[in-house]
């Protein structure tokens, strides 16, 4: 998955917080005898102020990070972060004394509520304890972009193995060898320090009133945490049966082409045959289950693109194109000028996909190491959308500088890449018209899209469930890796290729894990982009099958997507949600909905086999 760094998130988190630079802190709270509405006004008019100024530096810092690990980036970084903490820290527990105070208005209540419960790694009030858990966070972060693996027994970097793992024509002994030495090499010797980190936050947590970290996290959805878990385990239950159907017929396609000895017929399927490091997105294994006859859709988005000549700089302007053709202004020009779209030669960088808003009005910004594949071309039309969001709800005060929840920033971009239709490509000379898929393709098509929309459903859920465990303690360090084993199983269905050792991390070799970013945001996107996909193509007019549909160069639509995400994180989600779809419920029905001929055929195909692991 990918990354969104807002100026809200770089405040309030630990990861990328932020140093005081420009303003001293505001006062502490009164008494709270004494605390008047009219305080907390005042009280959070000066961290806004504070704030805002403040995560100007912090970017910079951590753009330079990010883009030129040194040891000396490194502790640039670690040491703006973890005056960034203390701040972020101090605010919330300064916000905490207010929550009571009578007469608050709810918009000062919304924004006590955001500073309270928006620390994604909080440090106790403990001298150097920020410092401390800064260092970790910062270092876990670099040794993840400075991981290596192995392919034929020689070194290969993060990005290139990440492609070999999709490469169809590596063997499943050299599938077995990159996915063992990435989780060996990265995430093993990550362990200690993430299990003292998880120590240090949670004292943070308890500081501020949560039982432990986790609990804080599931605390910012307008709803309380134990509801929230309920919600994402009830959406999960009602698309498993989509998800168990594909399950069965991919562990058939791969049995039909290594062998029982390689893939039963029965049980899990082993993580490193489905194309993707971590198993989350199995798309790049499509040619090998593709249905004979309707399954090949005459066209690959990056043979297209190679045809042309098309450059990275030019995937990105049709990106920007597509945002362009809803009525939504152009790019500013830093943004041509201080992205970051290939792995430079001559130094480390972290290459996972991520957008930035480095001065909370127009310094917008992706950092990529694009490759020109159908992959990094949808990757760049997703990050534009954290961009175009970023811009959109720049008006508002500094705490509602965010999406309506975490789920809504990712969610854009998603549900615009659903728009990249066989007709987007027509559109935008990409593909010729008479090589548009006929209608009985649209299994194919549909089921292209279900090997990354659906296959990603269980691990957008499970990554967070483990934290939760490991923040509770009802995971303890000794059982890290036997608990995510477990949980893959249990809700994904696949095992690692071989025995894992006892000291193995393998959560530690998902870039979320050691970068803290909270995941169950990417489960929430997966069902949102429907719904707001759902949306866009009944506000078009749309009257085909709703999988063909693209609003490409309806402004209307553009205009009304504008008028949400102007809204930032200035009301509940539920109004967000309402002011785009006409519904307030998060649901899995228009996901459900999109994919219902291909359940039906998946049935089909299905009858006779066994279900389930």
């Not at 970097?157 to 599938?175: R, V, W």
């Not at 159907?245 to 399927?269: C, F, S």
């Not at 700089?313 to 053709?325: P, R």
């Not at 967000?576 to 779809?581: K, S």
Request: hydrophobic fraction near 40%.
């Amino acid at each position: 998955m990918k990354a969104m760094i807002s100026t809200l998130s770089l405040a309030l988190s630990l990861a990328v917080a932020t140093p005081a630079f420009a303003q001293s802190a505001p006062a502490a709270a009164p008494a709270a005898a004494a605390a008047t509405a009219a305080d907390a006004d005042a009280f959070i008019a000066a961290v806004e102020k504070d704030l805002f100024d403040y995560t100007v530096e912090a970017s910079q810092v951590n753009w330079v990070n990010s883009t030129y690990i040194t040891e000396d980036t490194d502790a640039m970084a670690a040491r703006i972060n973890a005056v960034g903490t203390e701040k972020s820290v101090k605010y919330a527990l300064e916000a905490a004394k207010y929550m009571n105070v009578a007469g608050l208005s709810p918009d000062t209540k919304r924004k006590l509520d955001i500073l309270r419960t928006g620390i994604v790694l909080p440090a106790p009030t403990t001298p150097g304890a920020a410092a401390e858990l800064n260092t970790i966070a910062t270092d876990l972060q670099s040794q993840y972009g400075k991981g290596r693996g192995t392919l034929n027994g020689k070194e290969i970097s993060g990005s290139d193995i990440e492609a070999e793992m999709g490469n169809l024509e590596n063997t499943p002994a050299q599938f077995a060898e990159m996915w063992t030495s990435w989780h060996d090499k990265v995430g093993a010797p990550m362990k200690d320090d993430y299990a003292r980190m998880v120590g240090i936050a949670n004292e943070g947590a308890k500081e501020l009133g949560f039982t432990d970290t986790g609990a804080m996290w599931r605390s910012g959805y307008d709803m309380p945490p134990e509801e929230f878990a309920k919600l994402t385990e009830k959406i999960w239950q009602d698309m498993k049966p989509l998800y168990v159907a594909l399950h069965t017929y991919v562990r058939w396609k791969l049995n039909e082409k290594y062998g029982d000895a390689v893939q039963p017929k029965t049980g899990p399927i082993r993580a490193d045959l489905l194309g993707n490091m971590w198993a989350q997105e199995w798309g790049n294994i499509y040619p090998l289950v593709a249905p004979a006859g309707t399954g090949d859709l005459g066209y690959d988005i990056g043979d297209l693109l190679t045809a042309q000549g098309k450059t990275p700089l030019d995937m990105v302007k049709a990106g920007e194109n597509f945002y362009s053709s809803l009525g939504m202004a152009p790019l500013p020009e830093t943004f041509w000028k201080r992205s970051q779209f290939l792995k430079p030669a001559d130094r480390e960088v972290v290459c996972h996909a991520s957008a930035w808003d480095i001065d909370n009005k127009d310094d917008i910004r992706i950092k990529m190491c694009i490759k020109v594949n159908a992959d990094d071309f949808i990757t760049i039309h997703h990050e534009l959308g954290h961009n175009y969001y970023q811009r959109a709800y720049n008006k508002q005060p500094f705490l509602y500088l965010n999406g309506a929840n975490d789920g809504f920033h990712e969610a854009i971009g998603d549900f615009v890449a659903l728009s990249i239709t066989p007709q987007y490509l027509v559109d935008i000379g990409l593909l010729d018209k008479a090589k548009v898929p006929s209608a009985d393709k649209d299994i194919g098509l549909l089921l292209r899209q279900a090997m990354d929309k659906v296959a990603f459903l269980p691990f957008g859920l499970l990554v967070d469930r483990w934290r939760w465990g490991v923040f509770d303690g009802s995971i303890q360090p000794a059982d890290y890796n036997k608990a995510w084993t477990q949980l893959r199983t249990q809700y994904q269905g696949i095992v690692p290729p071989g025995e894992r050792p006892a000291n193995a991390f393998d959560a530690g070799a998902k870039y979320h894990i050691p970068g803290n970013t909270p995941y169950t945001r990417y489960f929430l996107a997966r069902v949102l982009q429907f719904q707001f996909y759902q949306a866009a193509c009944k506000q078009a007019g749309w009257k085909g099958p709703l999988h063909r549909c693209s609003f490409y160069g309806n402004k209307q639509v553009g205009a009304k997507l504008n008028a949400m995400l102007e809204m930032g994180a200035s009301k509940p989600w539920p109004d967000a949600l309402e002011a785009f779809t006409g519904n307030r419920e998060m649901s899995g029905k228009a996901m459900a909905d999109y994919f219902a001929p291909l359940k039906t055929w998946l049935d089909e195909q299905n009858k006779g086999k066994p279900s389930g692991w």
